[in-house]
């Protein structure tokens, strides 16, 4: 996996245009080969890419591991163990404590930064208080800031749930690249 990640910023490939952005952590990993476990390591980017893991039978440590290829640090890798384990819920249909309380949470309280344990509660957020796809995503893209990876997280919960025909016929017609994503999930 590192070296397809590798691959993704050393020759774009798996990109449309080439790599327009990616984090400090995760370049630093992908150079040392070793990922940040540094306090100041725990950016969102581990936590954007971590969805897919939540369809397989993926133990806890290997999504930790998995987290850990770019981001090492133990406050990184719980929050993509809690993330995969909330997509695992939503398919289930049952939602843990912590985020249905999110639902009384005010949207000034959420913070869409680049932390990942503000991803993670702003993801979770938009998706306990919104009720289709596209009115949870355009939640994220509202919060301001790191809209992309919240937009990217929260699309993942509501894709989840409400699947792919929920997904605004618009967006999917307009999208980019949709070969390129279909060679490389199918």
């Known amino acids: 996996m590192r070296d397809k990640f590798v691959s993704w910023i050393a020759r774009g490939e798996y990109t449309i245009d080439g790599v327009f952005d990616y984090g400090g952590t995760t ?8 990922g940040g476990s540094g306090e100041r ?27 850990a290829i770019t981001h090492a640090h133990r406050t990184s890798t719980d929050a993509c163990v809690i993330f995969v384990e909330l997509m695992r819920d939503v398919m289930n249909g049952a939602l843990p ?6 639902k009384s949470a005010p949207e000034h309280e959420i913070r869409s930064s680049g932390f990942v ?28 800031d790191d809209t992309d990876t919240t937009a990217a997280a929260a699309g993942a919960l ?3 749930a409400y699947g792919l025909k929920a997904i605004p016929r ?17």
Not at 27 to 34: I, P
Not at 125 to 133: A, D, L, M, P
Not at 170 to 186: A, H, S
Request: glycine share 8%; hydrophobic share 40%.
């Open 27 to 34: 370049a630093r990993a992908l150079h040392t080969g070793k």
């Open 117 to 144: 344990r503000d991803t993670l509660k702003a993801a979770s957020w938009c998706f306990i208080n919104t009720n289709s796809y596209e009115d949870c995503v355009l939640a994220a893209v509202n919060l301001g």
């Open 158 to 160: 509501a894709g989840t």
């Open 170 to 186: 618009e967006w999917i017609d307009t999208l980019r690249g949709k070969e390129l994503i279909e060679q490389c999930l199918f």
């Open 41 to 67: 390591d725990n950016g969102n980017g581990s936590l954007m890419r971590i969805a897919p893991l939540a369809f397989t039978d993926a133990t806890d440590e290997e999504i930790s591991g998995v987290s």
């Open 97 to 102: 404590s912590w985020a249905l309380q999110l």
